[in-house]
């Protein structure tokens, strides 16, 4: 099975194009699993599939390494949408993408005819406790104090088609990630789990965050992340609507626009490919 290996902002992804590979009743969660293992397999934080759509240019389907299935993923759609461009399967700018959260609409940022940037529409984000999913009544989650496990959290949630929970610090080097990240990610006022980001507010229009994936736990970066993290800074008052987002291996530029939608901006690049022995025909 070829294979190709993609990262955006160290976030990364072993990508198959499932439309010149060919699946007969396909474990996808158990590939994902061996494939994304980084001591036996290739390694990676999660499995991109691409594959035809009745309703867009193409599908993408993403599974986390333990095998559980992402609604969407930033990062995967910009690596995703520059694949396309250069393996000749669009040669345009502006593609449709449908994903399990709906359509996606990335954009590329030529330059010199080479893909520099990715920016993606996200969608508009969705606010409505019942819409993350959270327990409780319905209406906006901004700043709740919850306790778990001994430990006193204001929470905000925001969903960008996948179910995330900010949390606003003073100092992320003070955050024990691998602690908190998983005590958030499954505390039972979220009946499907949450991604998780520490934020640190640099000033109005820069914030630094720490990322617990749900089912990959921590990852250098988080593209639906970013955008929860920024239209949650702006819920609170900390930020304004065009942010910087600082991650462990760079930056991506998020805009909660006038229009509802959410925009990221940020880069994507494909790292190797490969041959990886499976059974699939």
């Not at 109005?204 to 617990?212: C, R």
């Not at 925009?263 to 494909?270: C, F, Q, R, S, V």
């Amino acid at each position: 099975m070829r294979f190709t290996k993609v990262q955006g902002l160290g976030n990364d992804f072993v990508l198959i194009n499932c439309l010149e590979e060919e699946f007969v009743t396909p474990d996808f969660p158990g590939l994902a699993v061996k494939i994304c293992n980084r001591y036996f397999g290739v390694g990676a934080d999660g499995l991109v599939l691409l594959l035809r759509s009745d309703k867009a240019d193409f599908l993408m389907r993403i599974f986390n390494s333990d095998g559980s299935e992402a609604e969407m993923c930033g990062n995967a759609i910009r690596c995703v949408a520059k694949y396309l461009f250069e393996h000749g399967l669009v040669r345009k700018e502006k593609i449709w993408i449908e994903t399990l959260a709906g359509i996606r609409v990335p954009e590329l940022l030529l330059e010199a005819g080479e893909v520099r940037l990715v920016r993606v529409d996200m969608g508009e984000p969705r606010l409505d406790r019942l819409e993350i999913p959270m327990a409780g009544p319905a209406g906006q989650v901004v700043g709740e104090v919850h306790e778990i496990e001994d430990v006193e959290y204001r929470l905000t949630a925001v969903s960008m088609g996948n179910p995330h929970c900010i949390i606003f610090v003073p100092e992320l080097d003070q955050v024990g990630l691998n602690t908190a990240g998983p005590r958030v990610e499954s505390h039972e006022a979220f009946p499907h789990k949450t991604n998780v980001e520490f934020v640190q507010v640099i000033s109005g229009d820069e914030i630094k965050i720490k990322v617990w994936e749900r089912g990959a736990g921590p990852t250098l970066a988080c593209g639906t992340g970013a955008c929860a993290a920024v239209v949650a800074g702006f819920l609170n008052g900390y930020t304004g609507r065009k942010v910087t987002v600082h991650l462990a291996a760079g930056d991506l530029y998020i805009e909660w626009a006038e229009d509802n939608h959410v925009y990221m901006t940020g880069p994507a690049e494909e790292v190797f490919s490969g041959d990886y022995p499976v059974d699939h025909k």
